[in-house]
Nanobody, 122 residues
């Protein structure tokens, strides 16, 4: 069973950048579609980005398009989320997840990490 661990969260000023890392163990990452999700207090979990296994096509939620970039390094069993021009509304716990279908819907994913907190100050 694949295990996922997120890292790279922290406090960043509005307009700044942050790179999140999702490291996998117990499985081969290139067998899975990987998604990034976030959840702010009192809100539902939101799909941020997803990257397909076969051709590495990337998909983004409307709120992050043009600012965030997802990428994967299968040799390192790692997926990244580069966050640029961050805004206070990006503040949330960010999760990576592994599944079989490219999607921004949480229920399409079977394996989840524990999350990493991102806080954007204004």
């Amino acid at each position: 069973q694949i295990q996922l661990v997120e890292s790279g969260g922290g406090l960043v000023q509005s307009g700044g950048s942050l790179r999140l890392t999702c490291a996998a163990s117990g499985g081969i990452l290139d067998f899975y579609t990987i998604g990034w999700f976030r959840q702010a207090p009192g809100k539902e979990r939101e799909g941020v980005s997803s990257i397909r296994t076969t051709d590495e096509s990337a998909f983004y939620g409307d709120s992050v398009k043009g600012r965030f970039t997802i990428s994967r390094d299968n040799r390192k069993n790692t997926v990244y989320l580069q966050m640029n021009s961050v805004k206070p509304e990006d503040t949330a716990v960010y999760y990576c997840a592994a599944g079989g279908k490219v999607s921004l819907l949480p229920y399409e994913y079977n394996y989840w990490g524990q999350g990493t907190q991102v806080t954007v100050s204004s």
